[in-house]
Structures are given as structure tokens and as C-alpha cells.
């Protein structure tokens, strides 16, 4: 089926350099959906909210605004896949639309590069567009499931930037706008054949934000164990995530935590795109998985 | 605003006549400056207002400009105008300039315009020869920084108001009679004792209820606050009272449909939901003597049909045929037609004997006529699962305080078995959250305080304490508000109860999926620890709001609300149970939060007020109604549907057709007469010249 | 700040005198933490909404509660030189729920923005901007991943500014418009030699 | 804080627009009363005439106004269903959007001519009318008509 939805796919940083399958699979599943990403060529990092927010968020917004720039350019709405890169290039699109003074200050700069902010494009989470009924919606991505999840207990992370502050949020889906007990992701982990699992404080945050996992990756870490330990008094084969930067979070910081806190879980982490790959077929290499830190195998046996 | 004026007025008042044709002196062109103008004298009084006004602008340029205007005979200013002296000094110069027209530049002529009309008729002037300059609302107290533009501004205020002073007419308030009866709407505490006193007053009194009885939110309550009353004990006094006073004509299960007239004589059409149960009396004049409910309740244990019972807050289940609960006041049972069947096993077991039962039964429409209202429509609890992060409607545990009173009160649905919704089993652990919704700035809650929250989960708290020794009750509050009489007093005593109390508001509530127990998030602000506390059952003291109708209600009678909804009063301070509509008052809760004392008070001073006009006998209406220039009106009547009164006819005058307006139907809008194309119409007090006068002399007049 | 006693080092940290003077506050670190948060917390009425949402509260003791109080008051110093500034991992659950409507975790970034401009910053964040100076991005491609990449049959490079070198310039003309670079380096080099 | 600061001043020779505001007695007249009783600060160039509703402004008022100088001219009212004599504004409405169209028709900006509506608990909304009213009206600077008529 021909795409009807086309967008510039802005990759940010952790996917395609550390979870490259991610990306992959988020090419291809979507293509099966009707939406095509074409690459937005010249991207930079959002750049990472936590780290230039706190030093400086004029560099931030002017930052975000580039990359923002680049897909005006090809006059086309950014797709992403990473909660934090939606923090940065939504939030910042969102603030220029309706600041004037700030679009001014950031025009300052990006005319030192020739570029000028208009604000007329949009951007979106992947997630959204797959879970929002008027461009794919669950009914259309259970559909296009070859091999269902069957069996699976599959839990969600819903990590913190896509969806907080809900106050500034603007989602066509309004189920999105449920900061407090949403169940969209399970649904759409559902439309997969695998059985979405509820667990203590599902909505806490990763830990990794904010600069802290540089910061004090013992403090950090300590948030993802907490979430650990709930996932495990529930007993699940994997967590699935929409944000690159949790899953490292919690994917290489399993290993971590073995290290700092002696505590091992094996829990395999993989991003929506990853399962959704998966569920149309895909097969575990199309996905790198291998390059996860802690191993899918289990889970994979489950489910192939 | 009209009867505060007449009680403070005695003008001297010279019977108008049915209808009013406006004569020669009026035949004016547009802006054209009638002769009287030219002699008119005016006297200009500034007001210091201490500092008020004084402080931000220069009174001495003032004084000094007005006497230059054209017609000002005397200037004058004073530290307080509105004062004895300040009067004195207005009657004074009245005589010895012979003024024909007095203009006080002082605050709002919504505040002292009746002042200074009396003091105007007491210089020997029609009253209505004052003109009010606003130099303090709308003045010093908004350009408080900008002494220049102040003094320039309250120059053109005193100029445009001469220019009006200068066209004014002697006009005569007419005195319309009072109809000898008052309607109250919500037989809630406020309305069945407002109802109460003007009943005792000897006024009758028809007393509207949405609902199929009397005694609104305080039947629901368990105790009240600091006294620990039983509220059912000390309410079913009052109820049975209201139901057996001669001058109190109850009417349950009715809406107030259409409300036509004004103070005196207003005309309420009410919407009679058809109960399909029949009273002794409807049963009787249908000629089943003898007949009619006599609340066996024979029918209810007939009826197949199992709705939530809503007084219970859906913890009961009711029949569709019902009561809300034993003492309700009329004791006649109601059939819920969203859910009847029409099976008719109640009218078989109802019988031949009383036949109250008609399945059939439509809406009737009842018109009266009453001199004044009272409106006591009350509160609704804000619908507090809109606050999501505490799970109400999410969580069994959570309930709100409505229900706790439900559930701790001897005739609720446990029979006052303090019990948790989840499985029944009695709780050790109690938090009770405080401003749920209240004293919220996001939009999603009340940006206001509820005022009684804090007293209540007070005394939920010992209710606990006393009837479950070792229940441990935690209120999370931010601050206790206990400003009534006795009230910190019972804050200490519950404290000493060992109720613990945490300065914090709870962030978050998490359900434990297995014990259904909740985890409460918190922020101890005085250990400065956040805390997460394991308790058994949640009690959200949530935030009220106007009920669901009120805005309905209130716009049949032209009362006005403030930004969150609740009803206006005339004045905040001065005026607490009046409101812009005259002959209509407000009491209890619709005109925003109040506990019981508060409602009661409010309630009894409403009654008071709107018995005034009705002892009186009569009220004087503002005279500001519209005249037809019968010279000017071609007769076109295209008016005549402009007026949402029906105050204006087409009659044959000298073999012409021109327009005739009705006084007593006339308000004064002046609608009409912004339209009329001939400008034929003649508003009194807002008439045309007079209103192009002052725009043209804030235009054209003062200096360039 | 409190004032100094002149008793012996070890006395005076023990001893340190710990009112609260009125010359402590400076009201322009209010505004100026308004100005850049473009919130609002002057308005704060500490109900503890914030610290109780907070993910970090119960494991250290930040308190972002605590944060928005030295705003209020313009305890500058106090809350600039506090290390827990930097423990917040911008979850935004406080925000998303604070009564008040006041983003107490943007709060906490103009904090930082102001702790940057007095050199108070945690070397981490420097790298994050020393490698995005370099390469665009802040987690760089490897050659592990690179391998990855060709095996998934995709370019061994992203087609971010990995493949379009020529963006870079761009990216250290911004970067430098705000001496952010230069800076980083300096402070780095302070820190670590 | 809004309208509590103070209202920063014109440099002298400023052009200081005139502005007629009519309003009705019972919302916006109470509302600027209101505004009034809260110290709310707002530009001092409107100057106020009372009536008991919009519905008795005559579109002859506004001409008269236009043609006298006015720079501006401010109508306020009661919200739609909230008129103490029921529909008075939705009338003054009707009439004020013929009047616009007269305003074009001889060259004179709309904008000139605004309608507001503003209740009696709205004395924070009144500070932000004006002040937005007198910017308008700022920055289309001095009527036209003023030179004509001369």
C-alpha cells in the first residue's frame, strides 16, 4: 500500500547510534501503515533537553530551531521516535509558533547561517501518529500483524516527555492527554498479540533525564531499579518503550545496576518499533537486537 | 437598584398617567440645544474622598475648569461630599444660586446617586436634576500613577455631566402595588427558612423544589459542625414546618418554566413534572374522595425496576417507583419516568381504594403571581474525577465526603457501618484530602476556597475516632480554616482526639491491585520528608459549585454571576442578599460557598429584604421609561417588536397611526428608542439630546 | 547569606549562624527566574504538590519545594551553590500536577541557567556540548554500531550531520554565538586540567 | 499582577487619542466600577457615558461621536443571555456590525469601533479592554474625519 502520510524523519541521537534497529524497523513498519519517513537530512542532536536546557535554553530553542528550519525547508512534518527529541524540537516549535519575542531572538541567530524560523510545520511522536485513528490508528496496526506476540506479557514505559506538562500538550488523540493512568500504548501492544501487563508507579520516570544518569548515575539508576522491582513483582518477558533514551536507561543500565547494586534482572527492553517490527514479520537481525545489552532471546523464543 | 432609591426618596409623587405621550417642551432636532439649556444653572460640587480621589488628582485645576463650563452658576468642593456637612453644602448653594441642576463629581453614582438625589430634592430641586460625574471608580483609583491624564480626565467628566445636568427634566417615580406574595426557588435549609419567615410574616409564600422533597444537601449530612447536631434531627423540624404552614405553598418535583413582570408583580409560569403518583388533594378534585398517596410504599416492594438511589450518591439501590428516604417531606412517592416499564403492578397494588397511581400523567403549567423572590438553588459537589491523579471513579477506596456522610450516617445505605466500598470491611487507616479541587489554579479545578471543607472533615474525623476506637484518621491540608464561632475550638478538640494532621497536599493516590489498599503521596511540608502513606479508605473533600441549573434559573430572573458561576449579589459588603434585579434576592449557597449558620443567616436576611416591598405595599419605579413623540413617530412599528417587553402598541391618534407605550410594562432599556429612525422616542432620563449632549461636550467643548 | 562569626574553621561550620537576614533575598533573582522559566512561582503557596510527585525526592535530599520557597524569597546563592539543583530529571510530573499552575521544573532549568552563568555546572553537561561541537551529536556514532548499521543494509552513518559534514559549521556558528564552546572548555579544563 | 502595574507614560506631544465608551449600567459600568474597587491601572483616555443598556445606543450616537473627532468609540454590554433586559446587546450588536459597514464605506477604519462585552465580576477584564481599546486606537493614530470636518 502507497504512503499517504509523508513525513521528515528526524532521528536524534541514540537510535541511529546505539539502537540502529530501532530505526530500521521504524521505516519499514510504518511504510506497511501508509506513512513514509524520508531522511531529514542534516539533523543534529534536539539537542538534548535536559543538558542544554539547564545550561542555556536560548541555545536550546535556537538549536531546535535549525533542525526545525531544515524540514520547513522540505516543507514537511517531522516524525520522531524518541520522547526527549519530542521535548525538544515539539516544545521549542510549539514556544516560536507563540512567542513572538522569542522566534525574534532565535531568527537573530539562524540568520548568522542563513536560516530564518516561519514556524509552518508541525511535529509528532511516531507513537501518536500510529495510535491516532485518522492516520493509522490501533484497528489498522493489528492488521498488519503477520506474526502476533502470542503470549507475550509485555509491559509499558511511557517515559516522561512526550506527554508532561499534559497542560501544554496538544494531541488529536485526547486518550494521550491521560497522564495519570493512560492505556494507549497497551492497546497499541495488544493490537500486537501480546498481553499488555499494569505494575506499581507505571508512570515514573526513567531516571535518566535532566542531566542526572551523567550527573549521579547512582541516583539515577536507583529510579530505574525502583521501576525494576515493580516490573518483576509482576512478572513480565519484556518492557517496551517509545524513547531511545529510556531504553538505554534501562537496557544498559540493567547492567549497571548488576555492577553498582548486585541486583540482575535479564529483563529485555525494546523499543514499540522493535516489537512492531517483530509482529510484521521482521526478523531479529532486520532488528540488530543482538546490540541490546541484555539479551531478547528469551522473550524471542516466546514469541517466534 | 430602583427600590434601594424609593426607600431613601419621599418625592413628592404625582400619579402618571396608564400611558405616557411625551408633550411639545421635547419636540428637540437632534442635537439641537433646547432653550432651557441656555437659562439652566448648575451647581458643580467635587468631591475630595480624603485622599481617595484627592490623592491622584488635582481638585483645585478642577474646580477651577468647571468654572468656566458654560451653565456652571457655582463650583464647589469638599473633603466628603456624601457627608451631613458635604449635603448641607449642596442645599445651601441650591438656594442662594437658584440652581436649576446639581452635578457631584464624586465615586459611582451606583454607590451615592440615591445620596445626592435626596440631597438635591432637599435644595428644593426635582431629584432627578443630579447628575453624577464619576471621578473616583473610573477615575483616581485607576490612574493612580498618571495625575495629568486624572485631572484631564475628571475635567471632561465634570463638563460631560453639566452637559447632561443642564437637558435634565423633573421626572416622577411611579408607585406600582406589591402583590402580596413571594416566591422562593430550592427547599434546601436557605429556602425552607426564608420560605419559613415570610410565611410567619404573614406573606404567602410558594416554595419551588427540581426535586420530589424538601431539605436539599443538609438531609444528606450525618452531623454538623462544631455542635455535632444530628442534621436529620434538627432539619425534619423545620421540614415538617414547611410542610404544614397555611402560607406555604409547597410545589416539589417543579421547575420555575418562564418569569415575566417586575418587582411587585411578577408573573412565574411553573412547570409541574408529572410525578405520576397522585396527592390526597389532585386524587380527590379527580373525584376519587379519599384517595391520592398516603406513602405505603406497597408499590415500591412491587416494582421490578432497580435505579441508584441518587440521595444515597448511588450507594442504594431505589425502585423506579420511590422516595429518596423515610422523612421526606411531602411523604408521596414519585415514579421515575426514564426508567418506568409502564409494567403497572404498582397501580394494580396501589388499588381501587386509592387510586394515586397514573402512569400517564403529563406536565401541567401553574401561573402565579408574587411581589418578590428569593432564589436558594445551592450547590452541586464539583465532578471530582476530573482530577485524575486521585483516581476518584478509578478507585473503589476513594470516595467522596458526600458519600462518607452517606455511609457514616444510621439511616444510609449501611445503616451507619463505617465500611469501605471494596469489600465491606470497616477501615483502620483513614486520609482525608482537603481543597480536592479547591483553591486550583490549572482550570481543571476551583480557583476558589469551598469555605467548608476544612469544619467538615473535622468532624469526619471524630466521627471516626468515636464510633471505630483505634481507626487513625489523616487530614492532608495546607491550611485549617476554621473562622467560625466555635470553630477553632473544635479543631483543637479533634486534634486532641488524636486525629493527625499533615501540611501537605497529596500529589498523587496509588491503588494497591490486590488489597485495593491506597498509597498516598504526599509532602510532610513541616518534616520537609515526602511521604508514602498505606490507608484503607480515601475521602476526597471535594470542591462545590452552583447546581446544575442555576445558570438556567437565574437567567429567567435577570440575575447576573460572577466568573465562577455563582449567583451576583447587589453588593458584596452592603448588599449581600440583594442582587441588580429588583424585588429578586439570593440566599445560601447559589451565591457562593457557605456552611449552615452562614446560609441560615443569609437565608433569614433575605427573607427580611424581600419582605420589604411586600409590607410596603408598593415600590417606586426608576422613571426612565420610554415616550413616543406622537409629532415625530410615522407609525412605522417597526418598534414595537423591538421590545422584549410587549410594552408598545400602534394605536389610531387624531386619525393617524402612531406608537403608544405602556408604563408599567416599560423598563427603560431603551431599545426602542435606539432604534426608532424618526427618533421619535423619548427615553426619560436617557434621552437623546441629552446623550448627544455629552458627547459633544466631551468633543467639541474643553479646551483644545 | 549567614553571617561570619570569625570563630576557628571547624567551630564556624558547626556554629554557623543560621538566620535568615532580610538582605539575604534579592528580588531580581525572582524576576530574573521568572523572565527565563517564564512561569510563575512568586505565586508559590507550598503545598508540597511538587516534592511529593518528584522521583528524586525520596532517594536524596533535593526538594523542589524547597527550590521554588529560595526563589520566592531570592535566596540566590543558597539556591544556585545547593548541588541537588542538579537532581532533577525533569520528569515534569510536578508540573503536570502543581495547583498553582506554576512549572516548577522549568523553575529549576532558569536555576541552572543562572548557576551556569556563575560557572556552577556538572562537567557532564560540558561534554554533551563538546561533542555535539565536534560531531552534531550528543551520543556519537561507533564503529560497533557503524558495523551494525551496514549489516541492517543502512549507510554506516545516519543521514544526520554524520553523513552532511557541511552542516557542522552551522552548528559551532550557533554554538559560538553564545561562547557555549568556548566556555565548556575552559570550565572543563578548570576542573579537570 | 496584570493591570497593577503602572501604566507606562506617553512622551510628551504623544498623540492622545479620544475615545467615547458607552456603557451599559449594570455589567460594564459595574465591571469598571469593579476595576475601580481592585486599583486595576488602565490608560485614561476613554471617557464614559452611562445608559441603561446597549441596547439604547443610537448608531446616531456613534456618528455624532465620529463626526465631533472621536478617534474611537468603545460600546460595552452584558455577555449574549446575560442582559438585565434580556436581549438589549444582541440588538446593540446587530446594529453596531451595520454601522461598521457605514465606517468602511466612508473610509474610516472599523476598527475604530469596537464592542466589548464585560460583566460585573469582570473588573480585571475591564483594565485589559481599555488598555487593548486604547492601543487600537494608538496605532491607527487620529481620525481622518477630525481634518475633514474642519
Redesign the interface.
Given at each position: 500500500m502507497e504512503a499517504k502520510h509523508k513525513y521528515a524523519f528526524y532521528l536524534g541521537c541514540i537510535a541511529p547510534n546505539r539502537y540502529p534497529g530501532s530505526e530500521a524497523a521504524a521505516i519499514k513498519t510504518s511504510r506497511k501503515l501508509g506513512i513514509e519517513l524520508v531522511p531529514l537530512k542534516g539533523a543534529s542532536c534536539c539537542p538534548a533537553p535536559g543538558a542544554f536546557g539547564s545550561i542555556d535554553l536560548n541555545v536550546w530553542y535556537a538549536m531546535a530551531a535549525r533542525n526545525l528550519v531544515l524540514a520547513e525547508q522540505m516543507k514537511t512534518d517531522i516524525a520522531l521516535l524518541c520522547n526527549g527529541c519530542y521535548k525538544s524540537i515539539w516544545e521549542v516549535n510549539h514556544k516560536l509558533k507563540h512567542n513572538d519575542e522569542l522566534r525574534d531572538g532565535v531568527n537573530e541567530v539562524l540568520k548568522t547561517i542563513d536560516m530564518e524560523y516561519k514556524g509552518s510545520i508541525n511535529v509528532y511522536h511516531l507513537a501518536e501518529l500510529l495510535y491516532d485513528k485518522n492516520i493509522v490508528g490501533v484497528d489498522k496496526v493489528r492488521d498488519s500483524v503477520t506474526n502476533p506476540l502470542k503470549g507475550a506479557r509485555i509491559a509499558v514505559h511511557y517515559g516522561c516527555h512526550l506527554i508532561k506538562p499534559r497542560k501544554d500538550r496538544e494531541f488529536e488523540a485526547t486518550e494521550i492527554l491521560n497522564t495519570e493512568s493512560p492505556t494507549w500504548m497497551e492497546e497499541l501492544v495488544g493490537a500486537l498479540g501480546a498481553t499488555p501487563v499494569e505494575y506499581r508507579q507505571k508512570m515514573q520516570c526513567c531516571g535518566a533525564g535532566g542531566g542526572v544518569r551523567g550527573y549521579d548515575i547512582v541516583h539515577a539508576l536507583d529510579i530505574a531499579n525502583e521501576k525494576l522491582i515493580n516490573l518483576q513483582e509482576v512478572g513480565v518477558d519484556a518492557l517496551t518503550d517509545i524513547c531511545p533514551f529510556c531504553q538505554l536507561q534501562f537496557d544498559r543500565g540493567q547492567i549497571e545496576i548488576e555492577e553498582k547494586f548486585g541486583v540482575k534482572y535479564n529483563l529485555p527492553v525494546l523499543h514499540y518499533c522493535e516489537l512492531l517490527g517483530l509482529a510484521q514479520g521482521m526478523s531479529p537481525q532486520d532488528l540488530a537486537l543482538d546490540l541490546h545489552a541484555i539479551s531478547c532471546e528469551p522473550f524471542l523464543q516466546k514469541v517466534l | 437598584m430602583a427600590e434601594r432609591k424609593t426607600k431613601k426618596e419621599t418625592a413628592s409623587k404625582k400619579e402618571t398617567t396608564a400611558t405616557a405621550t411625551k408633550q411639545a417642551p421635547a419636540k428637540l432636532a437632534i442635537g439641537e440645544q433646547p432653550a432651557k439649556a441656555k437659562e439652566a444653572r448648575i451647581g458643580v460640587f467635587i468631591c475630595h474622598c480624603g485622599t481617595n480621589i484627592a490623592g491622584s488628582m488635582d481638585i483645585n485645576a478642577v474646580q477651577d475648569y468647571a468654572k468656566t463650563i458654560p451653565n456652571v452658576a457655582y463650583v464647589d468642593n469638599y473633603k466628603y461630599m456624601c457627608s451631613m456637612p458635604g449635603q448641607a453644602v449642596i442645599d445651601k448653594a441650591i438656594h442662594e444660586n437658584k440652581l436649576t441642576g446639581v452635578v457631584v463629581a464624586a465615586c459611582s453614582p451606583r454607590l451615592h446617586e440615591p445620596t445626592f438625589r435626596t440631597a438635591t430634592k432637599e435644595g428644593g430641586l426635582n431629584p432627578f436634576k443630579f447628575e453624577m460625574a464619576n471621578i473616583r471608580e473610573q477615575n483616581s483609583w485607576v490612574h493612580m500613577h498618571d495625575q495629568e491624564g486624572a485631572t484631564d480626565k475628571a475635567k471632561d467628566a465634570v463638563r460631560i455631566a453639566v452637559a447632561k445636568a443642564s437637558l435634565l427634566e423633573d421626572l416622577f417615580p411611579k408607585s406600582v402595588p406589591v402583590e402580596r406574595a413571594a416566591m422562593v426557588v430550592g427547599a434546601g435549609v436557605a429556602g425552607m427558612q426564608a420560605a419559613l419567615d415570610l410565611a410567619n410574616a404573614g406573606i404567602k409564600t410558594y416554595l419551588i423544589e427540581k426535586t420530589p422533597t424538601i431539605g436539599g444537601r443538609m438531609s444528606q449530612l450525618d452531623k454538623t459542625f462544631p455542635t455535632l447536631d444530628c442534621s436529620q434531627c434538627i432539619l425534619t423540624p423545620k421540614m415538617v414546618d414547611v410542610g404544614r404552614s397555611e402560607n406555604i405553598e409547597l410545589m416539589t418535583y417543579c421547575d420555575v418554566e418562564s418569569v415575566e413582570g417586575y418587582i411587585g408583580n411578577f408573573d412565574v409560569t411553573i412547570r409541574k413534572k408529572a410525578r405520576g403518583v397522585l396527592t390526597p388533594k389532585e386524587a380527590e378534585a379527580k373525584g376519587f374522595v379519599g384517595g391520592g398517596c398516603n406513602g405505603c410504599g406497597d408499590c415500591e416492594t412491587a416494582c421490578p425496576v432497580i435505579q441508584p438511589n441518587t440521595f444515597e450518591e448511588g450507594m442504594k439501590p431505589r425502585k423506579a417507583i420511590y422516595i429518596q428516604h423515610p422523612q421526606v417531606v411531602p411523604l408521596i412517592y414519585t415514579i421515575d419516568k426514564e426508567s418506568c416499564i409502564k409494567c403497572g403492578i404498582c397501580v394494580t397494588v396501589c388499588g381501587t381504594e386509592k387510586r394515586a397511581i397514573d402512569l400517564d400523567q403529563e406536565d401541567e403549567f401553574v401561573k402565579v403571581k408574587v411581589g418578590t423572590a428569593i432564589l436558594a438553588t445551592g450547590y452541586d459537589i464539583f465532578p471530582i474525577e476530573n482530577k485524575t491523579e486521585w483516581g476518584y471513579k478509578r478507585y473503589e477506596n476513594v470516595i467522596t465526603s458526600l458519600e462518607f456522610e452517606r455511609l457514616i450516617c444510621a439511616s444510609g445505605p449501611t445503616g451507619g457501618h463505617m465500611v469501605r466500598p471494596s469489600d465491606g470491611v470497616a477501615p483502620k487507616k483513614v486520609a482525608f484530602l482537603l481543597c480536592a479541587g479547591s483553591r486550583d489554579n490549572t482550570g481543571i479545578g476551583k480557583p476558589y476556597c469551598s469555605r467548608f471543607c476544612c469544619m467538615y472533615s473535622l468532624k469526619h474525623a471524630h466521627q471516626l475516632i468515636e464510633k471505630m476506637p483505634g481507626c487513625q484518621p489523616y487530614i492532608f491540608y495546607m491550611d485549617i480554616r476554621s473562622f467560625g464561632k466555635m470553630y477553632e475550638e473544635f479543631y483543637y478538640r479533634i486534634q486532641d482526639e488524636g486525629a493527625k494532621f499533615i501540611r501537605g497536599r497529596v500529589s498523587n493516590i496509588l491503588e494497591d491491585p490486590v488489597s485495593k489498599n491506597l498509597m498516598v503521596f504526599a509532602d510532610d511540608t513541616l518534616l520537609d520528608r515526602p511521604m508514602k502513606l498505606e490507608v484503607d479508605l480515601v475521602v476526597l473533600a471535594a470542591a462545590v459549585q452552583p447546581a446544575a441549573d442555576t445558570n438556567r434559573t437565574r437567567k429567567l430572573f435577570g440575575v447576573s454571576c460572577s466568573m465562577d458561576g455563582w449567583l451576583l449579589e447587589a453588593h458584596p459588603k452592603l448588599n449581600p442578599c440583594g442582587t441588580t434585579t429588583a424585588g429578586v434576592f439570593l440566599a445560601g449557597a447559589c451565591q457562593g460557598p457557605k456552611d449552615i449558620p452562614d446560609t441560615v443567616a443569609s437565608a433569614e436576611g433575605a427573607a427580611s429584604a424581600a419582605s420589604i416591598p411586600i409590607h410596603t405595599g408598593h415600590v417606586e419605579l426608576e422613571p426612565y421609561f420610554a415616550q413616543c413623540i406622537d409629532e415625530k413617530c410615522a407609525g412605522c412599528g417597526m418598534c414595537v417588536n423591538l421590545c422584549p417587553y410587549s410594552a408598545l402598541a400602534l394605536i389610531e391618534k387624531d386619525g393617524r397611526k402612531v406608537m403608544q407605550v405602556t408604563e408599567a410594562k416599560c423598563k427603560g432599556c431603551g431599545t426602542c428608542g435606539g432604534f426608532c429612525p424618526g427618533g421619535a422616542i423619548w427615553m426619560n432620563h436617557f434621552a437623546t439630546p441629552q446623550i448627544i449632549a455629552q458627547i459633544d461636550a466631551f468633543l467639541l467643548g474643553g479646551e483644545q | 547569606m549567614a553571617k561570619i562569626k570569625g570563630y576557628p574553621e571547624a567551630l564556624e561550620a558547626k556554629l554557623r549562624d543560621r538566620y535568615m537576614y532580610g538582605d539575604d533575598a534579592h528580588p531580581e533573582f525572582t524576576d530574573s527566574v521568572e523572565k527565563i522559566s517564564m512561569s510563575i512561582p512568586h505565586m508559590c503557596y507550598q503545598c508540597g504538590t511538587c516534592t511529593a510527585s518528584c522521583p528524586s525526592a525520596p532517594r536524596s535530599s533535593y526538594r523542589i519545594r524547597k527550590f521554588v520557597r529560595r526563589v520566592v524569597l531570592g535566596l540566590e546563592t543558597e539556591a544556585l551553590t545547593d548541588p541537588d539543583l542538579w537532581l532533577c530529571t525533569t520528569c515534569y510530573s510536578c508540573t503536570d500536577r502543581c495547583p498553582r499552575d506554576i512549572a516548577p521544573t522549568d523553575v529549576i532549568m532558569a536555576m541552572r541557567n543562572l548557576a551556569f552563568k556563575r560557572d556552577i555546572i556538572p562537567v557532564n553537561f560540558l561534554k554533551t556540548v563538546q561533542a555535539i561541537y565536534t560531531t552534531g551529536h550528543g551520543v556519537p556514532n561507533n564503529d560497533v554500531n557503524r558495523a551494525a548499521r551496514v549489516k541492517l543494509g543502512m549507510d554506516a552513518d545516519p543521514p544526520t550531520t554524520h553523513t552532511y559534514k557541511e552542516f557542522i559549521p552551522g552548528i559551532q556558528k550557533i554554538l559560538d554565538y553564545y561562547k557555549l564552546k568556548a566556555n565548556a572548555d575552559r570550565i572543563v579544563k578548570e576542573r579537570e586540567g | 499582577m496584570a493591570g497593577h502595574e503602572?501604566?507606562p507614560?506617553r512622551e510628551e506631544g504623544a498623540f492622545k487619542p479620544?475615545i467615547?465608551g458607552i456603557l451599559c449600567?449594570?455589567?460594564s459600568?459595574?465591571g469598571?466600577?469593579l476595576?475601580?474597587?481592585g486599583?486595576?491601572?488602565?490608560?485614561?483616555?476613554v471617557?464614559?457615558?452611562?445608559?441603561?443598556?446597549t441596547?439604547?445606543?443610537?448608531p446616531?450616537?456613534i456618528m455624532?461621536?465620529f463626526t465631533?473627532?472621536?478617534d474611537g468609540v468603545l460600546i460595552s454590554g452584558?455577555h449574549f443571555?446575560?442582559c438585565?433586559?434580556?436581549?438589549?446587546n444582541y440588538?446593540?450588536a446587530k446594529?453596531l456590525f451595520l454601522v461598521k459597514n457605514l465606517l468602511k464605506n466612508i473610509g474610516l477604519e472599523d476598527k475604530r469601533l469596537r464592542m466589548t462585552f464585560v460583566?460585573?465580576?469582570?473588573g480585571a477584564k475591564w483594565?485589559k479592554v481599555i488598555t487593548d481599546v486604547v492601543k487600537t486606537v494608538e496605532e491607527l493614530g487620529p481620525s481622518p474625519l477630525t481634518e475633514l470636518m474642519k
Open positions: - | - | - | 503602572a501604566i507614560k479620544k467615547v449600567n449594570w455589567c459600568y459595574a469598571a466600577d476595576a475601580g474597587g486599583r486595576i491601572q488602565y490608560p485614561p483616555d471617557r464614559i457615558v452611562r445608559v441603561m443598556c441596547g439604547r445606543v443610537d446616531l450616537f455624532k461621536a465631533d473627532g472621536a452584558c443571555g446575560d438585565h433586559y434580556l436581549e438589549g440588538k446593540a446594529r460583566s460585573a465580576s469582570e483594565g
